[in-house]
């Protein structure tokens, strides 16, 4: 497995696809990427030789990906949480952040329903 920003990329896929493996790169990145590296997309990983792997580590280097990324989005979180913002406190309450319905979805962010007691008549 050829191993790019310490992230493991599959073999078997096709490099375009190999790529979004790792944080921050979607299908778009990857082929302007590759494309200034003058990689052939359709490519497999394990294809790939040492100075292909050279020029798109390299390509890499330009964009934000991975771990520093990653510590980017937290710390806005965590700025929007600290200055009580619409999104800070929605983060804080674990509700959805972007304006989707609560009365009856977002289970995802709100967990396991909890029960209410019988009411008796």
Partial sequence: MARIKGVEVPDNKRIEIALTYIYGIGRSLSQKILA?????????????????LGRIRDELNKYMTEGDLRREVNMNIKTKMEINSYQGTRHKKG????GQRTNRNARTRKGKGKVVANKKK
Avoid: F, S, T
């Fill in 36 to 52: 200034d590296a003058k990689v052939d997309m359709d490519k497999r990983a394990k294809d790939l030789d040492n100075d292909e």
């Fill in 95 to 98: 509700l959805p952040v972007r």
